[in-house]
């Protein structure tokens, strides 16, 4: 082939390389694949049948019966419920102090590098990890935060929904703020220092070029990191789990298909649950990215 | 701009608290850790004694007895592994993409993108059904096949940033030097990509090491269970006791060589993460 006239060369070039780049992308598509395409073709079809391991003998197809049951039942919807009041609680505060983070460190005076090695220890750290920790710094017994000043001595934050929410909402928004910071920051370098020279020289204030300028600059950037972290805060499972394990109504939608796939066995049930789940999370990619013009395309994907 | 002497000070006093918050954690499980049993309950932030019974008494009776050696083990092969194997695989695929026009190429993007919305909790049960059916279920292997699935998005965005940026007339003049486009890859490439890699190699690795459902969900023994199901299950010195101690000294063992890692590596990993966040 190397002595073929130019033309043909080309073409073959193109086609080895098309060839090249498949063989190449193959195996990391087929493991893609593998864990998720599959499984949830699977959990489709367990999910419109009657099985439960504990009783092995008896199943079959039962149709839309699994749905019928999750839809109509008090649990599925509470834990609806505490999924979406946590997921907007924890991603709102986490925008706010995470765009807070992003500015000290775009604008840093100084201590940038601080600021940077602070927000990368929660990132390192096991969610259970950090899970067990701020459930030992609030047990009312061997915890030091029932200790501290304006906190009343007996407080039993796991004794009560909201206050074990408070917790909940608090390991998880110091756990994943960071990651929010820092994709926001990855958005604030790339707006032009004339365009806030400009403003100044116009008698803009402070507030108006953080509203005028960073803001509206900042939209896609702000849709991207909102998107993942609403689809991340809603499979909420770890700290939950070791927190409160559901109790005191806290139970979120992954805990409620963990307990009926695993704990219980019933993988007619679960499924239906995991199906369900699935369901939202795609209403939820779909909401950010026809509703709101999330551009992912041009955000994480890095074109 | 002002910068004057209350400007520093507010800027001091705002860096702190950040500091303050992100350690308090670790400080805190530090401090239980060194606590002597009669005291976990005192509720002092730093210990008025210190103790290391409660290291000693994870790593008591060897790989058999400790409730700790064998997740430990566990959880460094399982997230090493995953590395290794999800690394080598987006290696090719990010190079495929940063570097060759294919058909095909946005549909594998989108599709990375995708897996890496795509609940973990929705895959549980048929993997709990298919790894029993296939005999994987409590091993090595059956956890690391969704730490790849689900860690490769990951990666893949990584490295093709990184790849983005390496100098590819350097493989041109390989090719004309007569390389094979794999040679170019594997010659000139490979070494020049060497620091996105590692820095990908790590993403991936916290990834495997942070996950918590898959290992209480694939696992059932201590054949496979990893560090953070394990702790879910650690049990207390008698029936009476809270297992916090020996939770909590676990716990820095697992945490402090990768925050020591990370913050030695935080550049990298901060571009890592970041990858592909803005266009360009």
């Known amino acids: 082939m190397s002595n073929g006239v130019a033309t ?59 749905y019928t049951s999750v839809l109509s039942s008090q649990l599925w919807w509470t834990d609806v419920f505490n999924t979406v009041f946590l997921t907007v609680v924890t991603v709102s505060i986490e925008l706010v102090l995470g765009m807070a983070i992003a500015l000290v460190m775009h604008r840093a005076i100084f201590g940038r590098g601080v600021v940077r090695t602070a927000v990368l220890i929660p990132y390192g750290i096991i969610t259970v990890v950090a899970a067990f920790s701020w459930q030992f710094a609030f047990a009312p017994d061997s915890g030091f935060v029932n ?21 909940i909402i608090m390991a998880e928004v110091w756990k994943t703020t960071p990651f929010m910071a820092l ?41 991207v ?74 955000g994480r994907p890095g074109n | 701009m002002e910068r004057g002497g209350r400007e520093y000070a507010l800027w001091s006093i705002g860096i702190a608290v950040v500091l303050i918050f992100a350690l308090i954690p670790v400080l805190w499980l530090i401090s239980i850790s060194l606590k002597p049993p009669e005291a976990i309950t005192d509720g002092r932030f730093i210990p008025s004694e210190v103790s290391f019974d409660n290291y000693k008494s994870l790593f008591e009776g060897g790989v058999e007895d400790s409730p700790f050696i064998k997740p430990l083990i566990n959880s460094i092969l399982i997230a090493l592994t995953t590395t290794v194997i999800s690394i080598v695989l987006a290696s090719f695929a990010a190079y495929a993409i940063a570097r060759l026009e294919f058909p095909g190429k946005r549909v594998i993007l989108a599709g990375a993108l995708a897996i890496a919305m795509f609940p973990p909790i929705s895959t549980i049960g048929p993997l709990f059904d298919m790894w029993r059916a296939l005999g994987i279920y409590d091993t090595y292997l059956g956890l690391i096949i969704p730490y790849l699935t689900f860690s490769l998005p990951l990666a893949i965005y990584a490295l093709t940033a990184f790849f983005r940026e390496i100098p590819w007339e350097l493989e041109q003049a390989a090719q004309v030097d007569g390389a094979t486009p794999f040679q170019a890859f594997r010659k000139v490439i490979v070494p020049l990509a060497a620091p996105g890699v590692f820095t990908a190699a790590i993403l991936v690795f916290i990834f495997a090491w ?60 901060v571009s890592g993460l970041t990858a592909g966040a803005v266009k360009g």
């Not at chain 1, 780049?21 to 195996?27: F, K, M, Q």
């Not at chain 1, 200790?147 to 408070?166: H, K, Q, T, V, Y």
């Not at chain 1, 499924?271 to 209403?283: D, E, K, N, R, T």
């Open chain 1, 225 to 298: 990191a909102l998107l993942f972290r609403t689809l991340d805060a809603f499979r909420v499972f770890d700290t939950i789990y070791i927190m409160t394990a559901g109790a005191q109504d806290t139970e979120s939608v992954s805990i409620l298909g963990f307990n009926q796939l695993i704990s219980r066995l019933n993988l007619g049930l679960g499924s239906a649950v995991s199906v369900l789940i699935f369901l939202c999370v795609v209403a939820i990619a779909f909401l950010y990215v026809k509703v709101l013009g999330t551009r992912v395309e041009e």
């Open chain 1, 8 to 66: 043909a060369g080309t073409s073959d070039r193109t086609r080895s390389e098309h060839r090249l780049a498949w063989l190449l992308c193959a195996p990391a598509v087929i493991a893609m694949l593998a864990v998720t395409a599959y499984p949830i073709g699977y959990a489709i079809v367990l999910s419109v049948q009657q099985i439960d391991l504990r009783f092995p003998d008896e199943g079959g197809f039962v149709g839309l019966d699994n």
């Open chain 1, 183 to 223: 994709l926001l920051l990855a958005g604030l370098v790339t707006i032009d220092g004339q365009l806030y020279e400009a403003a100044k020289v116009d008698g803009a204030s402070a507030w108006q070029r953080f509203t005028r300028i960073t803001l509206p600059l900042m939209k896609p950037a702000i849709l």
């Open chain 2, 210 to 269: 942070n996950d918590f459902l898959f290992a209480i969900s694939l696992t059932s023994s201590d054949a496979s269970r990893t560090v953070p199901a394990a702790l879910a299950f650690f049990t207390g010195e008698s029936s009476f006791t809270e297992p916090t101690g020996s939770i909590a000294a676990a716990a820095v063992v697992v945490t402090v060589p990768i925050i020591v890692f990370v913050l030695f590596f935080q550049r990298r990993i």
């Open chain 1, 147 to 167: 200790n501290l000043p304006l906190i009343s001595d007996e407080m039993d934050w796991f004794g009560g929904r909201f206050s074990s929410f408070a917790v």
